[in-house]
């Protein structure tokens, strides 16, 4: 059975940090690319970040180059480290697969149930 686990989520004062991870299992993680995508209320999902753990090519939105860094580990693991948070990143966290880099949603095909991410000012 595939599964993606997102945790780590919580709440944090704007120019804090916070780290989110995904737990994969079931499917062959160096084959797929994982990526982290957010909603946030009354807003569309909006691409955040992806990897491709085989040979660490990642991939950025333009709102968190600078700020957010992916990684991931030899235990299916990928991460999403934040700093220098914002309101407006406050949304629910979602980690997914797809076959290909990129951030388009339609893409990904392994959804996981999310995390949230609230940022204080």
């Not at 970040?49 to 333009?62: E, F, L």
Request: hydrophobic share 30%; proline share 2%.
């Amino acid at each position: 059975e595939v599964q993606l686990v997102e945790s780590g989520g919580g709440l944090v004062q704007a120019g804090g940090s916070l780290r989110v991870s995904c737990a994969a299992s079931g499917f062959t993680f160096d084959d797929y690319v994982i990526g982290w995508f957010r909603q946030a209320p009354g807003k569309e999902r909006e691409g955040v970040s992806c990897i491709r753990p085989i040979d660490g090519r990642t991939y950025y939105a333009d709102s968190v180059k600078g700020r957010f860094t992916i990684s991931s580990d030899n235990a299916k693991t990928v991460y999403l480290r934040m700093n220098n948070l914002k309101p407006e990143d406050t949304a629910v966290y979602y980690c997914a697969a797809s076959s290909v880099v990129g951030l388009e949603s339609g893409d990904y095909y392994y959804w996981g149930q999310g995390t949230q991410v609230t940022v204080s000012s």
